[in-house]
């Protein structure tokens, strides 16, 4: 099982980002996928869920109206839309799956944003 992030790198305030996460060794269509980030010396929040089969979707406060989650089952690939930056987005972000008690995590991928 693997779960591949891209797409981190420095930005400057108020510009975009786009996380993918690429899945392998799993029926990916079947669970539910999400991204979480930790800052230093902070605990790891949920920032966006994205369901398997409505794909229904559900966001942090901080994030509402700013990033976007989607995914593409073909691909086998759930993205992270991030837009209107802001330094607190600093974080490494983590791509994770979860199905019932199986839960995968992603290495993790490392967003700064400069003021």
């Known amino acids: 099982v693997q779960l591949v992030e891209s797409g981190g790198g420095l930005v400057q305030s108020g510009g975009s980002l786009r996380l993918s996460c690429a899945a392998s060794?799993?029926?990916?269509?079947?669970?539910?996928m999400s991204w979480y980030r930790q800052a230093a010396g902070k605990e790891r929040e949920r920032v966006a869920a994205i369901g398997n089969v409505d794909e229904l979707k559900d966001y942090a406060d901080s994030v509402k109206g700013r990033f976007t989650i989607f995914r593409d089952n073909d691909l086998n690939t759930v993205y992270l839309q991030m837009n209107s930056l802001t330094p607190e987005d600093t974080a490494v972000y983590y791509c994770n799956a979860k199905r019932l008690n199986t839960v995968y995590w992603g290495q993790g991928t490392q967003v700064t944003v400069s003021s």
């Open positions: 060794g799993f029926t990916f269509s079947r669970f539910a």
